[in-house]
């Protein structure tokens, strides 16, 4: 990792992450502007509940799917790993095994220390 330049002292990198930081911060206030305008307008809540499904109701509705693209990707990335279940089966503590021990004696034993 010798020669590796961190990202926090590249300029290129810092003026990308400045500039699309900003670039966020217009849009929001484009939408907040957008939202006041339909509520001046139409004196509706519904209306901007509208308006902000519009905006964000696509992102809600694919993310999933982009999950699964993403995992999918991954996957095809690392060839060599594969997704197991859980080796063996799972295992049973029996109720009166001191592993599993009974939440009344836990309440009424008195506080060691």
């Known amino acids: 990792m010798e020669g590796r330049r961190s990202l926090l ?40 509940a509208l308006l902000w499904i519009c905006l964000f109701g696509p992102s809600v509705a694919v993310a999933g799917h ?9 996957l095809r990335m690392n060839r060599g790993w594969r997704p197991t279940g859980p080796v063996g089966p799972p295992i049973e503590v029996p109720a009166t095994s001191p592993a599993a021990p009974d939440v009344a004696t836990l309440a009424s034993e008195p506080e060691r220390g």
């Open 9 to 48: 002292r590249d300029h290129d990198f810092g003026r990308l992450a400045a500039s699309v930081g900003l670039s966020a911060m217009g849009d929001w206030v484009a939408i907040v502007a957008l939202g006041l305008q339909i509520q001046e307008r139409t004196e509706s809540g519904l209306a901007v």
């Open 66 to 74: 982009a999950g699964l693209l993403g995992l999918i990707w991954l």
